[in-house]
């Protein structure tokens, strides 16, 4: 299979010295001095290799690549990953509250007619070379869904902002956001039962999309991860239909359509992958309920067959693959999931040419515990391919206003392993979005926000 390009090379704004100045300027307060500093320190990362580095006028998507085998793992803080050897996958769920999979699993085959599609956002302002390949967007991709939809649609998020009540910018921009947010609000009347998973709503989380959508007929249970687990739902998925699915790196954002770098995958007309992921859905909505805790074990209509060891076996785009999806914490794994981080190290250890990777940040840390903790279980692997099989690897990350300082030093650590004695092939590189003095002044965008790994034999796509 030759899946299409996950990245494409993108060209820099006109004037792009404008976007990272490298004093304090006349004028500028000391806020805009902090977030050019920091643009700045995305330029400034002493230790890579000469080239490694895009320039202040480059936004880089540096290497081009075919792959042969795919396998796609997507997650959710509380994760879910889905894994396609040789393929991607779709998935459904359950519309009935409190039921699990009407169809029972009873083999790893799927006679289905897969279909899967890799889908983007490209910020605003970003164009491709001529000779790019260029896939459905992420909005082009949930409208389809919805327009289509006939019966259910149920939607595992993060958080709700497509109608742009919270950023205080009116940004014309966000007129996809607010799109299907209105098609969303309109699916109950045409007598679609939708269903949303979502972390509970906060200052930083607002509610408002959640309160109309509510009030139009949509089933919300807000799933307290907090309170469970310490952690959140960081899951962004849809099932449609228990026949279609997306899932990837977009939130229920409108900048995540036209102001943040997304990746994601749709499966079309794929009953036996939107079965298991249903299940994955049902979970959320179990522990929505009020007071609830986590089973152990889960029942075992939450359990599934399909894993690393025995994934589901089917065609998809009419070749032969093999699909699973996996999930963290473990504590929310029923019987016969594959937890992410399996997931993860095996499709690295699995490599024999080449991982490439793409992420927001890295750090091999524990990020959000207190005290801190060093976590290296990803960034061993890595150095081991490297070092003992030889294996290519390249990191692109991206860099913005938000990077944690820390994350430099590790990135350094890693790219020091290749120099011109050791042919070792490790390579880091920085991925910036470029942004005007309008698009400066939206919070929290501009950024590469996917997450996704691809060897020669296996593509994973996080969320």
């Known amino acids: 299979m030759k899946p299409q390009v996950a990245y494409q090379k993108l060209k820099a704004p006109e004037n792009p010295q404008e976007l990272l100045p490298l004093a304090e300027q006349p004028g500028q307060t000391p806020d805009q001095f902090h977030d050019s500093a920091r643009r700045r320190s995305c330029h400034s990362v002493t230790g890579l290799r000469p080239g490694e580095l895009s320039s202040p006028s480059t936004s880089i998507l540096p290497w081009d690549f075919q792959c042969i085998l795919v396998t796609a793992i997507l997650s959710t803080v509380l994760v879910v990953a889905l894994v396609v050897h040789s393929f991607l996958l779709p998935l459904r769920s359950s519309t009935t509250v409190g039921n699990v999979a009407s169809v029972p699993l ?19 302002g970003l164009t491709y070379d001529d000779n790019s390949t260029v896939g ?22 993060f958080y709700w902002t497509l109608s742009n009540k919270d950023t205080h910018t009116h940004d014309p921009s966000a007129s996809q956001g607010e ?59 849809w099932i449609v239909d228990q026949l279609h699915i997306y899932l990837g790196s977009a939130n229920m954002d409108w900048r995540a359509l036209t102001q943040v770098k997304e990746l994601g995958v749709a499966v079309y007309n794929c009953s036996c992958l939107a079965q298991d992921l249903g299940k994955m859905f049902e ?44 999930s963290a914490p473990p ?52 150095r081991k391919v490297a070092y003992e099989k030889r294996v290519r690897v390249r990191l692109l990350v991206g860099c913005w206003r938000h990077s944690k300082p820390s994350m430099f030093p590790f990135l350094r650590s890693l790219a020091a392993l290749q120099d011109n004695h050791t042919h070792y092939s490790l390579q880091v590189r920085l991925f910036v979005v470029p942004a005007n ?16 790994m691809v060897t020669d034999k296996v593509a994973y796509i996080g969320k």
């Open 331 to 382: 504590a929310l794994c029923a019987t016969g999931r594959t937890e992410d981080l399996q997931s993860l190290l095996s499709v690295i250890e699995g490599a024999q040419e080449f991982v490439y990777i793409a992420v927001m940040s890295y750090l091999p840390t524990m990020e959000f515990s207190h005290p801190r903790r060093f976590w290296p279980a990803i960034d061993d692997h890595l």
């Open 283 to 326: 979970v959320y909505w179990t522990l929505g309920l009020p007071n609830t805790t986590i089973p152990s074990p889960w029942p075992a209509n939450y359990s599934t067959t399909y894993n690393k060891n025995t994934p589901l076996e089917l065609k998809l785009n009419g070749t032969e693959a093999g699909v699973y999806f996996s």
């Open 437 to 452: 003095e309008t698009q400066a002044k939206i919070p929290y965008a501009r950024v590469n926000h996917s997450k996704f």
């Open 136 to 157: 459905p967007s992420t909005f082009e991709t949930w409208q389809r869904l919805l327009r289509n939809a006939r019966s259910s649609v149920d939607i595992a998020s």
């Open 106 to 124: 009873v083999d790893n085959t799927c006679s289905d007619p897969c279909r899967s599609v890799l889908v983007e956002s490209i910020p605003e």
């Open 179 to 237: 799109e299907i947010l209105a098609e969303l609000l309109h699916a109950p009347s045409r007598g679609i039962a939708v269903r949303i998973a979502v972390n509970p709503p906060s200052s930083r989380l607002p509610s408002a999309d959640l309160q109309v959508l509510e009030k139009s007929g949509a089933q919300i249970r807000q799933v307290d991860l907090p309170r469970l687990t310490q952690g959140v739902l960081h899951t962004k998925f």
